[in-house]
């Protein structure tokens, strides 16, 4: 349907992780590749690109596989840019930005902290958790088990991904009017050598979430709706409900309910009436009695889906602390908000939009511009400017300002 509305755009049918012989003509007669598959599949696609001089671009996090194939890109000569999408991609680039700028002038980044969040725009978040989804409902969930690691005025602070539901705050640096909260997201210590920012004390990344959200999804979680690899069985949901209380020793939902929330009243009571609200105390059946992660999704994207005429919403915000050798101090925000339209969500446009620009960035290649080979990544300056400058003219501009004082202040979990 997408390519049909293209000029130059045919669709084609085609299995990837069985036809390899397929997916190596259309390589072959590509003058650049963009993979928006599900990053394990990059590595089979990224193999054909180097066995016809194809470059490659993805939206995904370098994976050690990638990562490993440097040196035969170089000899193939072949570039692959990775991580040129919302988060990670606008992220990187208009961090850097900042980073390299307060460095040229002499100052040394203190306090990193760069937060992002898909939602539904404030008034199509109207149902129990506020949420809606924008991309992959497995996706989402499985990024509410991730373990997480931050730093935090120099202690480093380890969040199990059991606990990282349970850990989450309100966010208070942007957009205090919606009410917001903020979870640690993966590993933000890789990016002091990342971004080159290893004189940082607090170096923080999160994921944004309507407030509550965070703490109904965990109690969720200690029921059991989580847990991947466990069945749901055969039955209705009311059924599924009972016996996973059971399995925990519980005889009613209330009280089941009660426990999974450490016993505060009024978090049970929230969880319970979401679960009514998703149909999930009802005699609708399970979808799949094999697996209760499976089935839960298929009701929350049933459920949590957008209407026709809403619009998803998506916020990025960075805090990024310097200090300078005469005392100074600067504080730096950039912020972007971007609702979607009628015609295209604002995660569409986000990760389809930085795809592009880096796409056309590649094509360049060889005219005089850009010149690189091999794993590449969007934060550096011969990258991340032009892709800047192409985003603005397509409407994506981050807001920026700076505050200069005598006294530097670190920044804390939440800001």
């Known amino acids: 349907a997408v390519a049909a509305e293209a000029n130059r755009g045919v669709g084609v049918v085609l299995d990837v992780a069985e036809d390899a012989d397929g997916l190596g003509r259309l390589v072959k007669d590509a003058d650049v590749v963009v993979s928006l598959l599900p990053a394990p599949m990059h590595p089979a696609v990224a193999e054909r690109c180097l066995e016809h001089g194809t470059d490659l671009v993805t939206a995904s996090y370098v994976s050690p596989e990638l990562h490993a194939l440097q ?29 390299d700028d307060v460095q040229g002038r002499g100052g040394e980044i203190t306090s990193f902290s760069s937060v992002c969040g898909g939602l539904p725009a404030p008034e199509a978040a109207n149902n129990p958790l506020m949420y809606k989804f924008s991309w992959s409902p497995m996706g989402v969930l499985r990024a509410s088990k991730n373990d997480a690691v931050y730093m935090q005025e120099g202690d480093v602070i380890n969040v199990d991904g059991a606990d990282l539901l349970s850990s989450a705050r309100p966010f208070v640096g942007n957009w205090p009017s919606m009410h917001l909260e903020v979870l640690p997201n993966r590993d933000s210590l890789v990016y002091a050598d990342k971004y080159g920012i290893q004189s940082a004390k607090s170096i923080f990344r999160g994921t944004l979430r309507y407030g509550g959200f965070s703490n109904v999804m965990h109690v969720f979680k200690n029921m059991g ?33 009660s426990a999974c929330a450490g016993g505060d ?18 005699e609708t ?21 957008f209407e026709e005429g809403e619009r998803d919403m998506v916020l990025m915000h960075h805090d990024i602390r310097a200090s300078f050798g005469d ?32 796409t056309d960035l590649l094509l360049s290649q060889g005219r005089g511009g850009f010149e690189r ?24 501009r981050f807001e920026e300002e700076m505050v200069v004082d005598d006294e530097g202040e670190d920044l804390k979990f939440g800001a």
């Open 71 to 99: 040196e035969r890109c170089e000899q193939a000569g072949i570039s692959i840019l990775n991580e040129v999408g919302l988060d990670p991609g606008m992220d990187h680039m208009s961090a850097k930005k900042i980073i």
């Open 285 to 305: 059946e399970v979808s799949d009695p094999a697996d209760i992660v499976k089935s839960f999704c298929s009701v929350l994207e049933d459920r949590l889906c």
């Open 373 to 396: 080979k091999g794993i590449l990544l969007p934060t550096s300056r011969d990258i991340y400017q032009p892709c800047l400058a192409a985003l603005e003219a397509e409407g994506l």
């Open 225 to 257: 709706l989580l847990e991947e690899g466990a069945e749901a069985g055969q039955g209705t949901w009311a059924d599924a409900l009972q016996r996973l209380g059971h399995k925990r020793g519980y005889t009613d939902l209330k009280s089941f309910a």
């Open 327 to 358: 005392g100074r101090h600067e504080t730096h925000k950039s912020s972007l908000q971007l609702f979607g339209t009628d015609k295209m969500s604002a995660m569409c446009k986000t990760v389809g939009c930085t795809a592009a620009v880096g």
């Open 265 to 282: 009243p009024a978090l049970a009571a929230n969880a319970v009436g979401c679960l009514k609200w998703l149909g999930i105390t009802s």
